[in-house]
């Protein structure tokens, strides 16, 4: 069992309100920031605990900070990325479920750190429930002086606005966040200018994920080397992992950076391996937007080796043989599952939650969807799959906004590691028109994906 | 002053100029299609993707190349910047991928639309896209619509540039014009009920690239390369009154802004002189306009070349992209 920094007092009765909270040691941190460290001390440590964004793109969040234009007269904002929408992801609804204080404690800290009297969180509309958890936290938080002016007579000031958005997976990109919060329609801005200069309401802006702000709190207590010493090489610390599909436990899971992906699915204390005794047959480990990855290639990277739940290890041999960490939304496939119907779920949903925009994106993912559908209900032909491989090539990295990569990535992955089954779906349209679930394992035999690695997981 | 190289050809700009703005100094070849960039509107481009550019070498100072091809509508030029156009294959696949994007649900109703001959999409597919078509699914449609009484709206044939939404937030004071839903989905449309009336509605048909704005005054009148465009003005007491009269014999058949080389307004005209002044005595002919634009107007030979700028037919001109 790795050590637990955000989930530790999960199970304590009542942790949801200050009292309990508090108790527990919450606001120590916010305590020994505000009375003991200076505005650079706290973003030291933030540097030096080598944080990197828990959003999805990795980016570290002492860099980014450090991206923000204090040398403007306007003011500075930041705001907390809540709009959590990513399939497979549920982290940031986890612990802002139960722990709303340990994310008010974060805000603190980093307003502090960045100099930000005004905090946005910009939460999902669907999380209309926790909206009212949030705002009985800032008023518990404002009633103990943790809030509003002069926080623990240091001078400091800080209020907390909850916005719930429209429920549009959209905004979760921070510059379309930054828009719908605003009051206008979620589109993506071209950047540059980038939030950090050019932000909410034209002002120096700092976005950062709930998971990413609820972390600066054990950074603090703990001390940004501490912090550092725990994970593997650049991926520091814990990281909350939302686990779901074919596994016998199902939930969200604060892992030790570093742990196997094998020991991750088949360790009774997290996922507990694949439910009804079968078999692991595919994995995507970061939200739907990550490349889907084989057994075989999610257990061992191509070169052998055994590949951990790291931003680097996922990533290893790039697009061919690896894939990214994401957001942690690690979503599990048993050998039941068909990829083409899965591939055409996630496109669904891409193209849904485009923003329309930019052609390439707008265009490219209502095109994929229609391909695939017709491929998965027995209606495509061979040169769908090419066809397929080649508008998402053409998506990718021409788009505004991440969003026309994420539509791509699965496509593109889902043929790359599974071409045999989309050829499947051709050439067996009786089969595939009726049958749903596991009309691979028909001819299991012959689809079992080659990687070289000499492993078989099947 | 800094210096930018666009395909081998170098050129110094104002700090802060976009990338096609500096092409666009140096003209001709080099200048990137733009589809949803519009000088004119604060805010616009970046949309369509079609001026997608690869920059070779960031600036002097930091030579990395950018990792993915940029907006050069939006991405700001910077000293020693090494950009490449047509010199770059890659930049070629993109705009030919964009290209396929844009007309995957564009209806191809040019032999009925009015715009043809002076549509930017025309323009667009002849010099960079692909020969066959490769979507064998229905396309999108939706109903015609009238926006006023002066406008009619082919939503069929829109490629969601947002310039017209742009142009009713910015130039008219209230605005009634913007993009419903979202997605493949997504329309430019009119408050329920609500009409464009400002008076200077009328301009998006002429901002509009492609034929989904039309003037519902010059529709199926004539094919606009029958038509002789020549500058004309009157006194207006709401705009500057400079416009393009476009004519056949002594009628003329429908008025419009006056367009620079790349296809933008040089003033905006109000809907008096677009929409009611058709007769001959409205206006003062000052003679024929030189169309300084690649297009089936400029190809058709109704007036003397003698100026050195018209840029030849873009025949010509791809011919040797390929």
């Given at each position: ?458 | ?145 009238d926006i006023g009484d002066k406008i009619k709206l082919h939503m069929n044939r829109c490629i969601l540039c947002y310039r017209c939404v742009y142009f009713a937030d910015q130039l008219t004071d209230k605005r009634m014009h913007g993009v419903l839903f979202r997605g493949d989905v997504s329309e430019i449309s009119t408050f329920v009920q609500n009409a464009v009336t400002n008076e200077f509605s009328g301009n998006v048909i002429d901002v509009c690239p492609v034929g989904a704005l039309t003037d519902k005054t010059f529709r199926f009148k004539s094919r606009v390369w029958f038509l002789k465009p020549m500058n004309a003005h009157r006194e207006c007491s709401i705009c500057s ?82």
């Amino acid at each position: 069992m790795g050590r637990k920094l955000l989930l530790a007092n999960i199970d304590v009765p009542g942790i949801r309100g200050f009292d309990a909270y508090r108790a527990h040691g919450g606001y120590a941190a916010v305590e020994k920031a505000l009375r003991g460290m200076s505005v650079s001390e706290v973003s030291a440590e933030v540097n030096r605990s080598g944080l990197r964004g828990r959003g999805g793109a990795g980016f570290p969040t002492g860099l980014k900070w450090s991206f923000l234009d204090r040398k403007s007269d306007k003011p500075r904002y930041l705001v907390c990325n809540a709009d959590e929408s990513e399939p497979g992801t549920f982290k940031d609804r986890y612990l802002m479920h139960h722990l709303p204080h340990l994310l008010i404690e974060g805000l603190i800290i980093s307003s502090y750190a960045l100099g930000v009297n005004t905090c946005y969180i910009y939460i999902r509309g669907e999380f209309k429930y926790i909206v009212g958890i949030l705002e009985r936290a800032i008023r518990e938080a404002h009633q103990h002086g943790f809030l509003g002016e002069n926080i623990l007579g240091t001078g400091f000031s800080l209020n907390i606005y909850v916005h719930p958005g429209a429920g549009a997976y959209i905004c979760g990109e921070e510059t379309a966040l930054l828009e719908s919060l605003e009051g206008k329609r979620g589109n993506p801005r071209i950047k540059p200018p980038f939030p950090a200069f050019k932000g909410l309401y034209g002002c120096p802006t700092v976005v950062n994920n709930v998971e990413t702000l609820a972390t600066v709190v054990p950074i603090i207590n703990m001390g940004g080397d501490e912090y550092a010493r725990i994970g593997r090489g650049k991926s520091t610390g814990t990281k909350l992992i939302s686990a779901s599909g074919n596994i016998n436990n199902p939930g969200v899971f604060e892992i030790e950076m570093g742990l196997p992906v094998e020991d991750f699915i088949y360790a009774p204390e997290y996922c507990g391996g694949i439910a009804n005794e079968k078999y692991l047959k595919a994995v995507i480990p970061g939200g739907s937007s990550v490349p889907i990855l084989p057994a075989d290639l999610m257990l061992n990277t191509a070169k052998g080796e055994k590949r951990l739940m790291t931003y680097e290890s996922l990533a290893d041999g790039d697009f061919v043989s690896g894939t990214m960490l994401g957001s942690g939304g690690f979503i599990v496939y048993d050998e039941d599952q068909c990829i083409v119907r899965n591939t055409l779920n996630l496109t669904h949903f891409y193209r849904h939650e485009s923003c329309g925009q930019c052609s390439p994106c707008r265009e490219g993912t209502s095109w994929m969807e229609k391909v695939l559908y017709r491929l998965e209900h027995g209606e495509g032909k061979m040169s769908d799959i090419d066809l397929l491989v080649r508008v998402a090539k053409n998506i990718e990295g021409n788009t505004i906004c991440p969003l026309g990569d994420a539509a791509a990535w699965p496509v593109a992955s889902a043929i790359r590691h599974f071409r045999g089954e989309f050829e499947y779906h051709v050439k067996h349209p009786e089969v595939v028109k009726n049958v749903h679930h596991g009309a691979l394992k028909i001819e299991k035999e012959s689809l079992i994906p080659d990687s070289g690695t000499g492993v078989n997981y099947w | 002053m800094i210096k930018v190289t666009i395909d081998n050809i170098p050129v110094e700009v104002e700090d802060g100029t976009t990338i096609l703005q500096a092409a666009r100094q140096i003209g001709g070849k080099v200048v990137p299609p733009a589809m949803c960039y519009y000088s004119k509107l604060k805010g616009s481009g970046g949309k369509c993707r079609t001026c997608l550019v690869k920059v070779a070498q960031g600036s002097a100072k930091d030579p990395r190349p950018m990792p993915k091809l940029v907006a050069s509508c939006s991405t700001p030029v910077q000293d020693g910047m090494v950009v490449q156009n047509l010199t770059s294959p890659e930049v070629r696949e993109a705009r030919k991928a964009i290209v396929e994007f844009l007309l995957l649900n564009h209806p191809l109703d040019c032999p009925v639309c009015d715009q043809a001959g002076e549509c930017d999409l025309q323009d667009l597919s002849f010099g960079y896209g692909m020969e066959e078509t490769t979507t064998d699914f229905e396309r999108r449609e939706y109903p015609v619509i009238d926006i006023g009484d002066k406008i009619k709206l082919h939503m069929n044939r829109c490629i969601l540039c947002y310039r017209c939404v742009y142009f009713a937030d910015q130039l008219t004071d209230k605005r009634m014009h913007g993009v419903l839903f979202r997605g493949d989905v997504s329309e430019i449309s009119t408050f329920v009920q609500n009409a464009v009336t400002n008076e200077f509605s009328g301009n998006v048909i002429d901002v509009c690239p492609v034929g989904a704005l039309t003037d519902k005054t010059f529709r199926f009148k004539s094919r606009v390369w029958f038509l002789k465009p020549m500058n004309a003005h009157r006194e207006c007491s709401i705009c500057s009154g400079k416009v393009a009269a476009w004519m056949f014999g002594n009628e003329i058949y429908r008025i419009t802004a006056r367009k620079d080389e790349f296809g933008e307004v040089e003033e905006f005209i109000c809907n008096e002189c677009r929409f009611e002044k058709k007769e001959l005595t409205d206006w003062v002919i000052e003679g024929p306009r030189h169309i300084k634009r690649q297009s089936v107007i400029s190809a058709n030979h109704y007036e003397e070349r003698k100026e050195q700028s018209i840029i030849d037919p873009i025949a010509g001109t791809m011919t040797e992209v390929e």
